[in-house]
């Protein structure tokens, strides 16, 4: 499964914006996805994550990003989305998706979740500034 991440761009402080996440040939059906983001200078973090069904999310406890970011899938299980809200310049960053084996119907939490993605997209930037 090769996941592609859509939606980045510029924003200012305060605004919107929400992420997708696709994959082709073959779709996220049947995956758990997790979203990451790297800054500049900084090492990658785990934002949050999803099970292939979409019943049960995973959130980092990052204090900055609690009740900010939620992550969610589409009807037909196809597409993730990362919605993210009242952005601030350390959002600033390269945000990813990736995908599981597939399949998986529990994770014990954030950190076995973040650790089971194998399948990387390339990320998509967005830039928060005034």
């Known amino acids: 499964v090769n996941p592609v991440e859509r939606g980045g761009g510029e924003a200012q402080p305060g605004d919107s914006l929400r992420l997708s996440c696709a994959a082709s040939?073959?779709?996220?059906?049947?995956?758990?996805v997790a979203w990451f983001r790297q800054a500049p200078g900084k090492v990658r973090e785990f934002l949050a994550g999803?099970?292939?069904?979409?019943?049960?999310?995973?959130?980092s406890p990052k204090g900055s990003l609690k009740g900010r970011f939620t992550i969610s899938k589409s009807a037909d299980l196809n597409t993730v989305y990362l919605q993210m809200n009242n952005l601030n310049s350390e959002d600033t960053a390269v945000y990813s998706c990736?995908?599981?084996?597939?399949?998986?119907?529990?994770?014990?939490?954030?950190?076995?979740?973040?650790?089971?993605?194998?399948?990387w997209g390339k990320g998509t930037p967005v830039t928060v500034s005034s």
């Open positions: 990736a995908a599981d084996l597939g399949r998986q119907t529990y994770y014990e939490d954030f950190v076995e979740i973040q650790n089971a993605m194998i399948y």
């Open positions: 040939p073959r779709t996220l059906e049947t995956y758990a």
């Open positions: 999803i099970l292939w069904h979409g019943a049960e999310t995973y959130y």
